[in-house]
């Protein structure tokens, strides 16, 4: 699945639609502590945080991740947006809850992230 699809499957609105919708997401997330994701993420993955202020984006770049999802319809901060059009970050925005958006995203068959990594 990559980003395009992502965003259709939980019916997303795209916040940066500057970075590249055909990164290839390879598994899924939910946490928001960030410090719990920064030692458990991985690239290529689509993460769900509540959390919308700057270091969320730095997270995601460091980690190389597909795209950030934003639940319930939380808006994120414009100098959030613009550093993740900046590193190429899709930030999604999505009025479903995290446990919706991770129960369609398991349901599709996107794997969560390996615990043996």
Do not use: F
Not at 23 to 41: I, P, R
Not at 51 to 77: F, Y
Not at 93 to 104: G, H, N, R, V
């Amino acid at each position: 699945m990559n980003v395009q699809q992502l965003t259709e499957l939980i019916n997303a609105r795209n916040m940066t639609p500057e970075a590249d919708a055909n990164t290839e997401v390879t598994c899924g997330y939910t946490c928001d502590l960030l410090s719990w994701v920064m030692a458990h993420g991985a690239a290529g993955m689509a993460w769900v945080t509540v959390q919308t202020h700057m270091n969320v984006i730095a997270v995601a770049s460091l980690m190389e991740m597909a795209a950030v999802i934003i639940p319930e319809g939380i808006v994120m901060e414009e100098p959030s947006l613009e550093k993740a059009r900046d590193e190429g970050i899709a930030v999604l925005q999505s009025d479903l809850t995290a446990y919706e958006i991770c129960a369609i995203l398991a349901k599709a068959g996107l794997p969560g992230k390996n615990r043996e990594e």
